[in-house]
Nanobody, 124 residues
Framework: QVQLVESGGGLVQAGGSLRLSCAAS????????MGWFRQAPGKEREFVAAISWSNGRTIYADSVKGRFTTSRDNAKNTVYLQMNSLKPEDTARYYC?????????????????WGQGTQVTVSS
């Protein structure tokens, strides 16, 4: 059974950095695309970034372009989200998600594996 476990969230001041990790287990992930999504209190969950495990292609939401970077470590079955220049509006619970297929997608309905999330809080 595929499991995704996020870690690395926390409290950081505006302008600071955090690196989230998503450890995947229970499957063969070379054919997966992994996505990052976030949900702030009172708001809908939104797309942040995605990466194809097979070819490394990435896409980003406009709101995080140039500040966030997603990457993968095939040997560790782990995907990362490096977040720099954090802003208070980045405060949210961040989720890792997986979908079968090498095409990166920002459509959260196409992802069928989800982690439990990790909280990121950015203070002003």
């Amino acid at each position: 059974q595929v499991q995704l476990v996020e870690s690395g969230g926390g409290l950081v001041q505006a302008g600071g950095s955090l690196r989230l990790s998503c450890a995947a287990s229970g499957g063969t992930f070379s054919s997966y695309t992994m996505g990052w999504f976030r949900q702030a209190p009172g708001k809908e969950r939104e797309f942040v970034a995605a990466i194809s495990w097979s070819n490394g292609r990435t896409i980003y939401a406009d709101s995080v372009k140039g500040r966030f970077t997603t990457s993968r470590d095939n040997a560790k079955n782990t995907v990362y989200l490096q977040m720099n220049s954090l802003k208070p509006e980045d405060t949210a619970r961040y989720y890792c998600a997986g979908r079968l297929g090498s095409s990166v997608s920002n459509n959260q309905d196409s992802y069928n594996r989800w982690g439990q999330g990790t909280q990121v809080t950015v203070s002003s």
